[in-house]
């Protein structure tokens, strides 16, 4: 059996307005996180965004419902509260709760949910925590580059035709086309391209 690592990856539900790029769920319909494209929203959407977890849930910690983002408080059923404070058994805490590090630091854009991380790893800052090292892989997609030690890990760090490229920065691409360069982020950029490359309906 593999032993899991005690702190990993999960989306959960923030409170924000949803713009193109973000994640969210459908709470009653895909409990799976899709990135929104733009568009009409239908009203059950809500938003989402990647934070590092703790597997070390005890009495007395504040957990988070994956579902809704509501906080709880870990404690024994026969010494719950009738009214008022929000709680849940150890149990329920260990499969539809998660116990908040931090949010994950925009400079760690390769994590993906479920991605596990030993306490070494953690770089933890105002709640927010970077992810000060990866797990060595024998491929990497461009997008999910999150320093320049692993831009440098590439065969190719950018492609160019004539006078237009695009070159791989840390969280970022620079798009050059003549004498003009373009810095896009990597969320935006990796947003563009899903849309380009995805069927879509045909209208009649």
């Given amino acids: 059996m593999i032993k899991q ?18 994640w969210v769920i459908y709470p009653l319909e895909i409990t799976v996180p899709i990135q929104f494209l733009g568009g009409d929203l239908i009203g059950t959407e809500i938003p989402v965004e990647l934070f590092i977890c703790s597997r070390d ?6 957990v988070i419902y994956v579902k809704t983002g509501e906080e709880r408080v870990v404690m024994e059923a026969s010494n719950a509260p009738e009214f008022g ?10 499969y539809k709760h998660a116990k908040v590090i931090g949010k994950l630091s925009e400079k760690s854009l390769w994590v993906k949910e ?3 991380f030993e306490e070494s790893q ?11 090292s990866s797990p060595l892989k024998k491929k990497l997609r461009p997008c ?8 440098k890990r ?4 950018g492609i160019s035709h004539n006078d237009e490229e695009i070159v791989l920065r840390p969280n970022h691409v620079l798009l050059t086309m003549g004498n003009t360069s373009i810095k896009i982020s990597m969320t ?10 995805q069927e879509q309906e045909i209208n009649k």
């Fill in 188 to 197: 935006r950029f990796k947003m563009f391209a899903e849309w380009f490359l």
């Fill in 114 to 116: 479920g991605d596990e």
């Fill in 85 to 94: 404070k929000k709680w849940c058994t150890p149990d329920a805490a260990k």
């Fill in 122 to 132: 953690l770089k933890i800052e105002n709640k927010i925590v970077t992810i000060i």
């Fill in 5 to 22: 690592k005690p702190f990993y990856a999960k989306f959960l539900p923030v409170n924000k307005k949803i713009e193109p790029g973000d």
């Fill in 57 to 62: 849930i005890k009495i007395g910690d504040r």
């Fill in 154 to 157: 590439l065969n190719e760090q």
């Fill in 144 to 151: 999910d580059c999150e320093d320049m030690e692993s831009v």
